[in-house]
């Protein structure tokens, strides 16, 4: 073990650390534990511009109550110097990770400390209900305890703004200063006489507000027993889900607390992430069991949502993220009509069918970053039009407006909307979304993610970056290129290197390639791990079902060899 991590160690062992710490600590040491040792203290675990995001233990590059303890306060110290008035006040949410709540309280209590409001509520909550208490009681902030959907090892922490959507510049990279300017010493506590319990009554605002969003609850009442079945997958939406499709009509909901009720362990599932099949496939047995035509499956922190759907066949299709959001989007095109200049926000690796859908309707269409912050920016800042939907191919959607995040509990009564709109049309969800091909074209994507881990890795991303940039394609196998989009120089570029236009968007280290058959290949390093991950999509006019797929996966799978390694 190299000097200076026995350095840290030590003066964990001799510092202002308490003293369940100090012997966890020792415990390591008298056990030989010399992996984790290294692990936990070999780096401060850091304040990326989300907030924090790391295994739970102790150590300096761990997820405990020092490394929370310091975020907080140099949250604080960032808030305080942010304006004069003598009343600040911060909401603050958790899921059911293990140690959300300990951490969400410890937070709360450094906030008080600091002679700062704290709206702290009182169980787990999904995240739209955190966007959502920032917005309603005119917050400066907001503090979400979660690591979505990592690992049971896993916690994090999230900040929020004052417009209920995570923090961007300049606030990102401001908060980071102060947070790194922090000691354990400088940590204020012990005072928790500014911290207000908040819970069903902002449950029941939420609710009510989210009943404007629905477009035909008269075709809701009309098929209100159609059977839906929903699982938190161990999460925060056990309770929210259930109660907003039940205020919207929904009475024929089978929800899976008995088997998948919170449990930061996650003991049904290798990952709790509704992207994967696998997490839903409890879920899905017992829709086949009862009879039902939809199951919905969202993750800890209830903002990502899985859908599989029963097909003409009686078999269930598990939707991709782009997928959702498009059935989602057609369905709120075409039928919510009382909306004037209506706009719908998509990230650049989000599937093209968003944008022919938009152009095809007359509807503006926002591109942005990945990220759901940057789409909640475009809610902030666009003052000539009206919100319509905002989605990721990330398994992330919102239809509210007043929630500046993804948002599980209103795109689970989105979906369960569209599917009584397929009802009341004779037809089921699968065949819907066969329509939209039909109409617009067969979009299929996929994603490549290629782990690249250490220095040795993070320089071998970025020197596949670097080669990218300096080979410009004329065409791709065989088909040409289009356009360049080199989101680090914000500039395009045609197949020559000429320079086309400028891209207005904040600058990150993304290449995306358009051709001229509509393929679309993006290449970006993870903002989160140590990966660089390539999105291939394409687009086949074929009417076809078996026969479109095909072709589609057989065009991505020749594009493939565009990934140099």
């Known amino acids: 073990m190299e000097q200076y991590i026995k350095d840290r160690i030590d003066s964990w062992l001799n510092g202002p650390y308490d003293d369940n710490t100090k012997n966890e600590i020792k415990s390591l040491l008298d056990s030989g534990n010399e992996k ?95 966007s959502y208490a920032v917005r309603k009681l005119n917050c400066m902030a907001g503090i979400v305890v979660t690591a979505s959907h990592n690992p049971k090892e896993y916690n994090g922490y999230k900040v929020y703004w004052s417009d209920g959507a995570q923090v961007i510049p300049p606030h990102d990279k401001n908060i ?91 003991p049904t599932v290798d990952s709790p992430n509704p992207e994967n099949p696998e997490a839903l496939e409890i879920a899905v047995k017992k829709a086949k069991e009862i009879g039902a035509d939809l199951v919905m499956g969202t993750d800890p922190d209830c903002d990502r949502v899985g859908v599989a759907l029963k097909d003409s066949n009686g078999e269930f299709v598990y939707l991709t993220g782009n997928q959702i959001g498009s059935i989602i989007s057609d369905y709120l095109i075409t039928n919510k009509k009382n909306i004037k200049n209506p706009y719908i926000v998509k990230t650049i690796v989000t599937t093209e069918l968003g944008r022919v859908m938009c152009e095809a309707n007359n509807i503006k269409l926002y591109n942005v970053l990945t990220g759901f912050k940057w789409i909640a920016e475009k809610i902030s800042s666009t003052t000539d039009g009206e919100y319509l939907f905002g989605f990721e191919e990330s398994f992330g959607y919102c239809i509210n407006s007043n929630v500046r995040d993804k948002d599980g509990v209103s795109s689970c009564l989105a979906i369960a909307e569209v599917l009584a709109f397929c009802k009341e049309n004779n037809m089921t969800m699968v065949e819907y979304l066969d329509s939209i091909y039909e109409k617009y074209g067969f979009f299929y994507e996929e994603t490549i993610s290629i782990t690249k881990k250490g220095a040795d890795g993070a320089k071998a991303i970025s020197d596949m970056m670097d080669y990218y940039r300096s080979n410009m394609p004329k065409e791709i196998e065989g088909i040409e290129v ?23 968007l904040p600058k990150s280290n993304v290449l995306q390639y358009i051709l001229k058959d509509n393929t679309k290949i993006t290449v970006r390093p993870s903002g989160t791990e140590p990966k660089i991950k390539f999105y291939f999509e394409v687009c086949i006019k074929e009417t076809d079902k078996i026969k479109r797929v095909s072709l589609a996966k057989d065009k991505v799978n020749s594009f493939k060899k565009f990934i140099k390694e």
């Open 36 to 130: 984790e040792l290294i692990d936990g203290f070999y780096k401060d675990l850091e304040f990326g511009t989300g907030g924090l995001r790391g295994v739970m233990g102790v150590g300096s590059n761990r997820m405990n109550n020092y490394t929370v303890g310091t975020a907080t306060q140099g949250l604080a110290n960032y808030l305080l110097k942010q304006t004069s008035s003598s009343e600040i006040s911060v909401a603050i949410s958790y899921d059911s990770r293990n140690n959300s709540d300990v951490f969400s309280r410890t937070a709360a209590e450094i906030l008080s400390s600091n002679g700062i409001k704290v709206y702290l509520y009182d169980d787990i909550h999904p995240i739209a209900l955190l």
């Open 176 to 266: 980071i200063e102060e947070v790194l300017k922090v000691k354990v010493q400088d940590i204020k506590r012990g005072d928790t006489s500014n911290i207000i319990m908040i819970g069903s009554d902002i449950e029941k605002e939420y609710t009510t507000d989210l009943m404007n969003y629905v477009v035909h609850p008269e075709i809701i009442k009309k098929h209100n027993d159609i059977k839906i079945v929903y699982t938190p997958i161990h999460g925060s939406g056990y309770k929210m889900v259930p109660m907003v499709l039940s205020r919207a009509g929904f009475t024929n909901v089978v929800t899976l607390d008995d088997v998948q009720s919170p449990n930061g362990n996650f």
């Open 482 to 504: 289009v356009s360049i989009s080199d989101y680090e120089k914000k500039e395009v570029y045609d197949n020559t290197g000429k320079k086309i236009s400028d891209i207005t």
